[in-house]
């Protein structure tokens, strides 16, 4: 099944909702990155939770990036998603390993304390950023307490990461369901006993569950309706042509120097590892464009 992304209401608009499938998204990540299974565990979920926040913005160019700065021998991950279900991400450690904690990948031992910093670029003049300490680390619970607190939003959030023997994803995806201010007790508190009862999102995954099925046991007897379904995948921008921006950026004192010593160089796209080559003959004409751009 295709990596896609559900929304939907509840109760008559008094809950909204969202889930998504990302397995193929969180393979692809995991090969790109050729992570340890603590940090495909981690970097999955944080994508997965990306994905959907960032099919929550209105605009085609808003852009979300939700960051954790941790203490843990993880290092820290960064995750990039835009409205239409493109998302990227990297952790800064993906060879972590650690023994498996009650019988789970230990995702909450691989970050340690931390913060989640989630950034929303939405076009104006300045960003809008949200600090929130981190809770567990285990990424579903931070960012229900990051809704709660920063965006004074009750939500619950599911999110789930199962590998195979091999190492391999085999299911990925979770759902967040939001509680508007205008809630009724009744829905409230049947939303928290269905919440209280369903399986993770790991079981639901495994046992072939859509992201329409996962709302329909999240959401039970509170009449669902979706509203659309867009593709998720991941999805890296880079390009050769904007390396060499990053290249041009660092000066001509620093591209001379590497010119100096003589070396084709390779840059790697932090987002999906991809390499870029750039032999001595490109970095002279990368250094005229910077001395040009400086002349400017």
Same mark, same amino acid.
């Given at each position: 099944m295709?990596?896609?992304?559900v929304?939907? +209401? ?6 909204r ?7 193929e998204?969180?393979? +692809?990540?995991r090969?790109h990155?050729?992570?340890?299974p603590?940090?495909?565990a981690?970097?999955g ?5 990306g994905?959907?926040m960032?099919?929550?913005?209105k $605009?085609?160019? &808003?852009?979300l #990036?939700?960051? @954790?700065?941790?203490g843990g021998?993880i290092g820290?991950?960064t ?6 279900? $493109? ?7 993906p060879d972590?390993?650690l023994?498996p904690? $009650?019988?789970?990948?230990d995702?909450?031992?691989?970050? /340690? ?5 989630v950034i929303k670029?939405?076009g104006?003049?300045?960003p809008y950023?949200?600090?929130?300490i981190?809770?567990?680390? =285990? @990424?579903?619970?931070d960012? +229900?307490?990051y809704?709660a +607190?920063s965006e004074? %939003?009750p939500?619950? %959030? /599911?999110?789930?990461v199962?590998?195979?023997k091999?190492n #391999?994803?085999?299911c990925a ?5 939001q509680v508007?201010p205008?809630?009724?007790d009744?829905?409230l *508190? !049947?939303l928290?006993e269905n919440i209280?009862?369903i !399986?993770?999102v790991t079981?639901?995954? &495994? *046992?072939?569950?859509t ?6 046991e999240?959401?039970e007897?509170?009449?669902?309706? @979706?509203? &659309?379904?867009?593709?998720a995948q991941?999805y890296c921008?880079?390009?050769?042509? !904007? ?6 950026s660092? /000066?001509e004192k &620093?591209i ?5 010593d003589?070396e084709?160089i390779e840059v790697?796209?932090h987002?999906?590892n991809?390499a870029? $080559?750039?032999?001595?003959g490109?970095l002279? =004409?990368l ?10």
């Amino acid at each position: 099944m295709a990596d896609y992304i559900v929304r939907a +209401t509840a109760a008559n608009t008094q809950l909204r909702a969202f889930a998504v499938i990302t397995t193929e998204l969180v393979e +692809t990540a995991r090969q790109h990155h050729n992570t340890s299974p603590v940090a495909t565990a981690a970097l999955g979920r944080l994508l997965t939770g990306g994905v959907m926040m960032g099919s929550m913005m209105k $605009n085609q160019q &808003d852009m979300l #990036t939700l960051q @954790i700065k941790c203490g843990g021998p993880i290092g820290g991950l960064t995750v990039t998603a835009d409205s239409q279900g $493109n998302v990227k991400g990297y952790v800064n450690n993906p060879d972590v390993l650690l023994p498996p904690k $009650n019988g789970k990948l230990d995702v909450g031992g691989a970050l /340690g304390p931390g913060f989640l910093n989630v950034i929303k670029d939405m076009g104006l003049r300045e960003p809008y950023s949200g600090q929130t300490i981190l809770q567990t680390g =285990e @990424i579903a619970e931070d960012l +229900t307490y990051y809704f709660a +607190t920063s965006e004074q %939003v009750p939500s619950s %959030v /599911g999110l789930g990461v199962l590998m195979e023997k091999n190492n #391999t994803v085999r299911c990925a995806g979770g759902f967040i369901v939001q509680v508007m201010p205008f809630i009724e007790d009744e829905v409230l *508190n !049947r939303l928290e006993e269905n919440i209280k009862k369903i !399986r993770s999102v790991t079981a639901m995954l &495994d *046992n072939g569950h859509t992201p329409e099925e996962m709302l329909g046991e999240v959401l039970e007897g509170l009449d669902v309706e @979706i509203v &659309d379904t867009l593709p998720a995948q991941f999805y890296c921008n880079c390009s050769k042509e !904007r390396i060499e921006k990053a290249i041009i950026s660092i /000066g001509e004192k &620093d591209i001379q120097s590497m010119i100096d010593d003589g070396e084709a160089i390779e840059v790697k796209c932090h987002f999906c590892n991809t390499a870029y $080559n750039y032999t001595v003959g490109e970095l002279q =004409e990368l250094l005229k464009k910077a001395g040009s751009r400086r002349r400017l």
